[in-house]
């Protein structure tokens, strides 16, 4: 199976248990590195997070200080950079800002108060089906453990795993055996949980003679945590479906949304559709995840806003 595929199965197999998973999410401060899949633990305030908006609220946002009780204007909360206005223009479309104005000046305040622990914890997981063709696994997932962005990290494969396996990789990450067609998991080896709450290493690179590394604090730790568990919360883990008549959705684990090529024989991104006429099924992903995972679909809050869109749009 190809890596895409397994990380399908893979990503499937997680949200069978309920959890929310996402992929291809930055598993780093200032280096590279992007972590294959991300499960993210529910805390205390899950549910009031889930309340706000179904989307990614801009970390530039979340790390502003701006709150419900006073409207301010946008340079002073976050600047005035073409980034900082398009994190603006973010959080007033999916809900956690609103727009008002005051002699002819506009104004933002937030809906509410962003909700501290709304999650409890970050799982990593590097994907690496063929453990016969190992590339830079061990440098990665060294990174990991160093760094410590993540509460637990787990190889997920495919291989068997040996002796050998084991001793090339960290002894703190977890390992799980996958049987891609099913998405189940073994666990040959359980993870050590990483110090998240101390400063960290980030491994930039690595030479056989040296290796450039600097010191992450636990303050920018804790900022980059959240921004991986908001980015998670957005993304989710499938993609959008080809275009394509051979494409036909199937399931993994009970659990639907995936894209798969009966051409090509292989789950499939939307580049990767046939060059053929006709179209693809009509598959909504984001049902797909509001059916399976604890992911809210257009909450309350979005509901509220788009009601007085529609007020304006006759």
């Not at 089906?129 to 190992?134: A, C, E, K, Q, S």
């Not at 036909?248 to 090529?261: H, I, M, N, P, T």
């Amino acid at each position: 199976m190809r890596e895409f595929g397994f990380e399908m199965a893979v990503c499937a197999g997680l949200e069978s248990d309920g959890r929310l998973v996402a992929r291809q999410l930055a598993g780093g401060v200032r280096g590279s590195r992007v972590m294959d899949c991300v499960v993210v633990e529910p805390g205390p305030a899950f549910d009031e997070r889930a309340r706000i908006t179904d989307a990614t609220i801009p970390p530039r946002l979340v790390e502003a200080d701006i709150g419900p009780g006073t409207a301010r204007r946008p340079r002073a909360v976050v600047g005035d950079s073409e980034f900082a206005q398009e994190a603006v223009e973010a959080g007033i479309e999916c809900g956690y800002l609103t727009s008002e104005r005051h002699d002819g000046q506009r104004y933002v305040r937030a809906t509410t108060r962003y909700p501290d622990g709304w999650f409890d914890g970050l799982v990593g997981v590097e994907n690496k089906p063929d453990l016969g063709r190992p590339g830079e696994l061990e440098l990665q997932l060294r990174k990991d453990v160093s760094l410590a962005l993540f509460d637990r990290v787990w190889l997920a494969t495919a291989s068997h795993v040996t002796g050998a396996h084991l001793n090339r990789i960290p002894d703190e990450v977890g390992v799980w055996r996958v049987d891609p067609e099913t998405g189940a998991r073994t666990v040959v080896r359980e993870p050590t949980p990483l110090a998240t709450d101390e400063p960290g290493i980030e491994v930039l690179d690595s030479q056989p003679a040296r290796a450039d590394v600097r010191p992450v604090a636990a303050a920018t730790k804790a900022r980059y945590r959240r921004r991986v568990g908001e980015r998670a919360y957005g993304k989710g883990w499938r993609v959008p479906f080809p275009d394509c008549p051979h494409v036909e959705e199937r399931s993994v684990a009970g659990v639907g949304g995936l894209a798969y090529c009966t051409r090509q024989e292989r789950y499939v991104r939307p580049a990767e559709a046939c060059d053929a006429d006709g179209t693809g099924p009509d598959v909504d992903i984001d049902a797909r995840r509001a059916e399976q995972s604890p992911w809210v679909r257009d909450p309350a809050g979005a509901a509220r806003r788009q009601a007085g869109l529609d007020a304006y749009s006759s």
